[in-house]
């Protein structure tokens, strides 16, 4: 194919997704391209647009349909899932935003509301919070789930790294038991790297202590690529 050819037919798919999946994001009211068309339209080359997944995207949507764990595609809005998130945990401390240029939805989990200092137990009273977060990831299930636990940098870093594990394994373990499918779930610790803010003067430090959902929404024909 020629170079003119590519273009032109690169034109005429965006063409397309334009006139045939515009809608209405209930988070702003604007008009925009669907995300879950664009991944439709993409298939399993919309892979490139997304940032890191643990254990990798091919081998994780290939464990998450053969362990039954995707859904029906049909009605499917990742918009409307992070409108909900945002309504259900409003005023709870957690912060739910787009990610990976819009491609992914990450749930931040506080360290204040979601363990005590030093702990890797989640505090009785959110898991009424984390428990509406199972739920939506029940209810939209065509997608894959990181969980990441993250600390400062007070104290050891070999303390820290094993309790930033421990904590993502901790809320990992929580949505499972609520019936989220552990094929779609992965989880690892990064303990004092990638830190939100980087100081040392304990005054921003604990926006570094914090637990992150990652989910990663996968497009029909990528799960169909993979059976």
Request: hydrophobic share 35%.
């Amino acid at each position: 194919m020629t170079i003119s050819r590519k273009i032109t037919a690169g034109l005429a798919v965006l063409s397309l997704t334009t006139v045939t999946a515009c809608v209405t994001d209930p988070n702003t009211g604007e008009r925009k391209i669907s995300r879950t068309a664009i991944g439709g339209v993409l298939g399993a080359g919309g892979g490139a647009l997304l940032g890191g997944l643990i254990g990798g995207r091919t081998a994780r949507i290939a464990g998450a349909v053969a362990g039954g764990a995707l859904g029906g595609y049909a009605g499917y809005r990742m918009d409307q899932q992070i409108k909900e998130l945002r309504d259900q945990t409003a005023g709870s401390g957690i912060d739910v935003s787009e990610t990976d240029g819009g491609q992914a939805i990450l749930v931040n989990l506080p360290d204040g509301v979601t363990f005590a200092t030093g702990s890797y137990t989640v505090n009785p009273g959110f898991q009424t919070l984390l428990d509406r977060v199972a739920a939506s990831l029940q209810q939209y299930p065509n997608s894959l789930i990181d969980v990441y636990g993250y600390t400062d940098t007070v104290g050891a870093a070999s303390f820290n790294q094993r309790l930033s594990e421990q904590r993502a394994q901790a809320v990992t373990n929580h949505l499972v038991s609520r019936g989220v499918s552990s094929a779609r779930i992965r989880w690892m610790g990064f303990g004092e790297t990638n830190l939100k803010v980087p100081t040392g003067d304990n005054v921003n430090e604990p926006l570094n202590r914090r637990v992150e959902i990652k989910i990663i929404p996968i497009s029909q024909q990528e799960a169909q690529a993979a059976r």
